[in-house]
């Protein structure tokens, strides 16, 4: 049991247990329905229960832990929260259609009572944690305020945006639909902390959205009404949780588009000529769109990112609050020079630290053996291009470009404001399926690239600027055909 503030203790009860089995059937019914619609047109549908189950037992593991383990953390906190905005919906609808809409100030908070309980005062006041309740508190009156089941439902729900940038990997190289699965479906820290109620859980999923819907409005060119309504509202939920992974996804995203406009031109003359103004117009449109939201980003926008970093640093290296469980950039001024130096360091750490000798318990472990997977990946990458291609299988591929370089740039983000292995374990979530898919695609290119050198043919990376999809099949003694679910682009 856990005691709460207004709650008094709180527990887990059998009845929760018994109808956490009947949503799970429906869940089951309802994704398996799905599966067999689809797996004969899209082979990949072969993980699409896999990788729920692997998602909905993450949440529930992580729900148990947090519960009667640690009896607390925020994914409590957010749930208690809700319980009092479920309260207030039964005894006063119109009160909580004005909490759930309206600003989180004191006037609005004067609807709760003692009869419906109120939410944690450092929650409701923290707008980016107080979204989080805002969007579960009607899942915890569809679950009769049962934490566990609306973990499931939290889960359920947010692996929609998994699966949906998992099959647009897919869609662009099909031959590597199974390592897209586990990038995407079963690496364990995205199974762990992004499938329980926490902000990382709707961030993870609604970046996957934002990522799917750009592929969707702008090359696949398909429902572009409801991948345009899916581009706001991921986007909205990132900044209203996490404004600064929409700082670093907004401004690859267009890259990515206006690079795979170039990467289509096939006259060398006009390309070159076109990348600069492209490259002027990415940064301007950036530069535009991120300062119009100045007033959205609060603390992490153009004008108080700098200060924001500082602070981070200083609140979050405290040695007596978080132990041995924290690493030092090293001393940093009030400049931008100061902070930018500290790239290589930051970048590293959150790619591939913890490493396993700064391992203090299972939970570290565990990270740090996923980080040791990462960091041999790389190597192997390093290897198989023997450095000199390298270049070629990273920029000649827009989505290899992109999916890199936001690995390396919320990694910066990521590591210089969180010194600290726990937090920083969790944060670099959104980032983790990116990067290893982007990593399997310049595997998959060098790989190509032997077997088309040993067989005598020609290889050029920018053949694959558009996926395995537009590739000719040039096997001797075969008539050349394309290969792949992407003929019409």
């Not at 859980?201 to 819907?213: E, G, I, K, N």
């Not at 990348?275 to 603390?299: E, H, I, R, W, Y």
Request: glycine share 6%.
């Amino acid at each position: 049991m856990i005691l709460t503030e207004y709650f008094g203790y709180i527990t887990i009860d059998l009845w929760e247990y018994a109808l956490l089995f009947f949503y799970l059937v429906l869940l089951f019914i309802f994704f398996a329905r799905r599966k067999n619609r689809r797996i004969k047109q899209h082979p990949e549908y072969k993980y699409f229960l896999w990788g729920l189950y692997a998602k909905v037992i993450g949440g529930i593991v992580f729900s148990l832990i947090y519960f009667f383990y640690y009896k607390g953390g925020d994914t409590i906190t957010y749930y208690v929260s809700a319980m009092a905005m479920s309260n207030l919906a039964k005894s006063d609808p119109m009160a909580y259609l004005h909490v759930l809409f309206g600003a989180n100030d004191a006037a609005h908070r004067q609807y709760f009572t003692v009869e419906t309980g109120y939410p944690y005062s450092y929650v409701y006041h923290d707008a980016r944690a107080f979204m989080v309740v805002r969007m579960i508190s009607p899942l915890i009156m569809l679950t009769f305020n049962s934490y566990l089941i609306t973990t499931v439902l939290v889960s359920a729900l947010s692996y929609s945006g998994i699966w949906k940038c998992y099959r647009t990997f897919v869609r662009y190289f099909p031959q590597l639909s199974g390592r897209f699965a586990f990038a995407f479906l079963f690496m364990p820290s995205c199974i762990f902390w992004g499938s329980a109620i926490l902000k990382d859980t709707f961030t993870f999923s609604a970046t996957c959205w934002f990522v799917h819907c750009v592929d969707r409005y702008f090359f696949e060119r398909k429902g572009r009404a409801s991948a345009m309504f899916g581009l706001l509202v991921s986007g909205w939920v990132l900044i209203a949780i996490k404004p600064y992974i929409f700082m670093v996804l907004f401004p690859l995203c267009l890259m990515w588009v206006l690079y795979f406009r170039l990467a289509r031109i096939r006259n060398l003359l006009i390309k070159y000529l076109l990348l600069p103004a492209g490259t002027v117009m990415f940064m301007a449109l950036s530069f535009v769109v991120l300062n119009s939201l100045q007033s959205k980003l609060g603390k992490f926008s153009l004008d108080n990112a700098l200060n924001t970093i500082l602070i981070a640093q200083q609140d979050m290296k405290r040695e007596m609050e978080y132990g041995t469980n924290y690493f030092d950039l090293g001393p940093m001024d009030k400049s931008w020079t100061s902070v930018l130096s500290k790239f290589p360091a930051a970048t590293v750490a959150t790619l591939f630290r913890p490493f396993l000798w700064e391992c203090k318990n299972v939970v570290m472990v565990l990270a740090g053996l996923e980080n040791t997977f990462i960091a041999l990946l790389v190597l192997s990458v390093l290897v198989r291009s023997r450095i000199f291609h390298l270049t070629g299988a990273l920029t000649k591929n827009p989505l290899v470009l992109t999916s890199i370089m936001f690995a390396l740039f919320y990694s910066f983000v990521t590591g210089i404001t969180t010194p600290n292995f726990g937090a920083l374990v969790r944060f670099k979530v959104p980032m983790l399926p990116l990067l290893v898919t982007g990593l399997y695609i310049m595997l998959f290119l060098l790989n190509e690239r032997r077997r088309a050198i040993r067989a005598g043919r020609k290889f050029r990376f920018e053949d694959y600027a558009m996926g395995s999809a537009h590739v000719p099949d040039r096997k001797p003694g075969k008539r050349a055909r394309v290969i792949g679910p992407l003929a019409h682009a």
